[in-house]
């Protein structure tokens, strides 16, 4: 594979960001001030911490070992001199809650737009006080943006000084051409900071690292031992192996990289393996974080949620707003009263984000 620079892209590290949605968000502040400090120490530039699902969710019922100023305490604390942030979405996180974490040093922030609310993000981005802080923002849920569309986003954030906009495969389900066709046209609209986050259920999110860095990318977001949400994210330690491999010009040392994983985060996984579910996700765009909702409209309605995934995934084609209830009666389902807690084939953590599956 060529390369469109001599120098390896950034690596975004966000174990303990991303990584909270696969332990229940209950990383506590003294271990993230723990690995904060390994991985100031191997070198990442950007280190990512706080609740999973962002700030201000543990102020809203969504509850996490920590709340958000003990977590940024914790990064600014054992930061180094390289730079820690959080992460918000509009709705989620308010002004004034963005503002006191940025108080504490945050040297970033990442703003997660939903690709139908992207002008209130643009409204909310414009409310902060920023500072000397970066701002990247994440399309969330980049497959439902054309290639078009994604450039022309880019090219607005950079009018409105944003430093960075990412290409994200929410749903770990996009193809490599799809991948490829939106990194080329975000990288041809402009000289403007582009970062990947990639999720692994159809186990491409490496693979597609890759190729967004072939395609011009500055920064690629990657978890130790690919922890994260859902099917997990690309794992810091095989893209900086595959780094190795191909003969990229970085400063990572990958025996100490692999060790870090291995002591620090291995022992955190809950459970090996993958779930079903989590693979059909990325197969029918199905935003994970909707997935305790789906276990639970299919245990009401007496419908697998397998099937309930796929056969609203085909009802959507025609109806773009239908609900997984709606779906689970069209399927054949009807409601019932559940005695007790509904039976989860998996372990769901986080509640829905906005917009739809």
């Not at 968000?25 to 120490?41: H, I, P, Q, R």
């Not at 025609?318 to 709606?326: A, E, G, H, M, N």
Request: aromatic content about 8%; some cysteine; proline content about 4%.
């Amino acid at each position: 594979m060529s390369h469109a620079t001599d120098q390896a892209p950034a690596i975004f590290e966000c174990t303990l960001r991303d990584g909270s949605y696969a332990v229940d968000f209950a990383f506590t502040a003294d271990y993230t001030a723990e690995v904060v400090a390994a991985l100031s120490a191997l070198g990442f530039p950007y280190i990512e911490v706080g609740h999973g699902v962002g700030i201000g969710a543990h102020t809203r019922g969504i509850e996490a070992a920590a709340s958000d100023l003990e977590y940024a305490r914790a990064a600014q604390s054992n930061a180094g001199e390289q730079l820690w942030g959080m992460f918000a979405i509009p709705g989620m996180a308010d002004v004034d809650e963005v503002e006191a974490v940025l108080a504490e040093g945050a040297g970033f922030m990442r703003v997660g737009m939903d690709p139908d609310r992207f002008d209130e993000g643009l409204r909310f981005i414009e409310k902060v006080r920023w500072g000397s802080t970066k701002v990247f923002v994440n399309f969330m849920k980049s497959h439902a943006l054309s290639p078009d569309e994604m450039a022309a986003r880019v090219r607005m954030l950079e009018a409105a000084g944003v430093d960075g906009a990412y290409l994200v495969d929410s749903s770990g389900g996009m193809l490599p051409s799809e991948i490829r066709d939106r990194a080329n046209a975000m990288r041809s609209a402009s000289d403007f900071l582009l970062g990947f986050h990639g999720h692994d259920n159809l186990g491409l999110a490496t693979a597609h690292a890759l190729s967004v860095a072939d395609c011009g990318f500055d920064i690629i977001d990657a978890t130790l031992q690919g922890l994260g949400r859902s099917a997990g994210n690309t794992s810091s330690e095989r893209f900086i192996g595959l780094m190795t491999r191909l003969g990229w010009a970085h400063d990572y040392d990958l025996i100490s990289v692999l060790k870090a994983g291995q002591e620090l985060v291995r022992p955190q996984i809950p459970q090996a393996g993958y779930s079903g579910l989590d693979t059909l996700s990325g197969v029918y765009f199905f935003h994970t974080s909707f997935l305790p909702q789906l276990v639970e409209v299919g245990e009401r309605y007496g419908v697998d949620p397998h099937l309930l995934m796929q056969g609203h995934y085909e009802l959507r084609q025609t109806t773009p707003d239908i609900s997984l209830d709606q779906a689970a009666l069209a399927l054949g389902g009807r409601e019932k009263e559940i005695d007790g807690e509904p039976l989860s084939p998996e372990r769901y953590f986080g509640v829905p984000e906005t917009g739809s599956p």
